[in-house]
């Protein structure tokens, strides 16, 4: 089960944080990724850390901006945003999965609720 945190309204070049806490599995086995989806559109993939959080991928959008950081320790997985843009305002859902592609959304296996970010200009 996963459940995730942080979301909220911020004004456009402001921070958040979310957070995504693991239960009823082994957290350490889990690719976990951060994926995000507007009314209309498609999820889209937003980054994803490897299962011992030494290699992380980012979407384009996102890169320098974003920054994925896991705690095996406490179960969570964490995305820390800066400069946010209000093209960044989505739902944002964290994922897990055991292996495979770290971009596909079909590749994950386990979801969690979602966290609406909204960024105002």
């Known amino acids: 089960q996963l459940q995730a945190c942080g979301g909220g309204l911020v004004q456009a070049g402001g921070s958040l944080r979310l957070s995504c806490a693991a239960s009823?599995?082994?957290?350490?086995?889990?690719?976990m990724g951060w994926f995000r989806q507007v009314p209309g559109k498609e999820r889209e993939f937003v980054a994803a850390i490897s299962w011992s959080g030494v290699s992380a991928y980012y979407a384009d959008s996102v890169k320098g901006r974003f920054t994925i950081s896991r705690d095996n320790a406490k179960n969570t997985v964490y995305l820390q945003m800066i400069s946010l843009k209000p093209d960044d305002t989505a739902v944002y859902y964290c994922a897990a999965h055991t292996g495979g592609s770290y971009y596909s959304v079909s590749e994950y296996d386990y979801w969690g609720q979602g966290t609406l970010v909204t960024v105002s200009s």
């Open positions: 009823g599995g082994t957290f350490s086995r889990y690719i």
